[in-house]
């Protein structure tokens, strides 16, 4: 599977959607250490791509799914 599959389907299954949100550090949590990485760069490409929105809080970098691509985000978390 995927990394960013894995990270979609732990954002969706938790509902984090817009306004909720969770800390960044939260999505590497639970996959094997030396995956780490590239997970983080897994994270840091869904941002890009416009998945995962950013929320910049005064106790650090807090991230959600984006609501507007919510369809295409449950297409890919259910194949």
């Known amino acids: ?3 960013k599959t894995v990270i979609l389907r732990k954002l ?4 984090v959607i817009g306004g909720k949100h969770t800390a960044i550090e ?8 030396h995956v780490a990485g590239a997970a ?7 941002i890009k791509e416009g998945f ?3 929320k ?3 106790y650090g970098l807090h ?3 984006n ?7 449950s297409k890919i978390v259910e194949d």
């Open 52 to 54: 995962i929105l950013t």
């Open 56 to 58: 910049h809080t005064s």
């Open 67 to 73: 609501p507007e691509k919510i369809d295409e985000i």
């Open 1 to 3: 599977m995927e990394l």
């Open 12 to 15: 969706f299954r938790r509902r």
């Open 26 to 33: 939260y999505l590497t949590k639970g996959l094997p250490k």
């Open 63 to 65: 991230v959600s799914l």
């Open 40 to 46: 983080k760069e897994a994270v840091n490409e869904l």
